[in-house]
């Protein structure tokens, strides 16, 4: 199973949090960056469909796989303010 950390950071003159270097949009506060990457760490591991998906790589191909909807990441928020 996978795993995902979601960071709190200082960013664009606010706070977001990141995950493997994509910055999520900013917040105000520390506290609303916190409680969006709390959010979002715990609707990623709510099971969904299976699902055919497409997707497009850092060289420009595009890809087809069927994405089960149980196969979700164990998530967390790491927050070092």
């Known amino acids: 199973m996978s795993h995902v950390t979601y960071k709190i950071v200082e960013h664009d003159g606010g706070w977001a949090y990141t995950v493997d270097g994509v910055f999520s949009e900013s917040f105000p506060s ?3 960056a916190l409680a969006a990457a709390r959010r979002a760490a715990t609707e990623q591991r709510v099971p969904g469909r299976t699902e055919a998906i497409e997707y497009e790589t850092a060289d420009g191909k595009w890809h087809s ?4 909807g149980g196969d979700r990441p164990e998530t967390d928020v790491e927050d070092m303010p």
């Open 30 to 32: 520390h506290a609303k």
């Open 65 to 68: 796989e069927t994405a089960s």
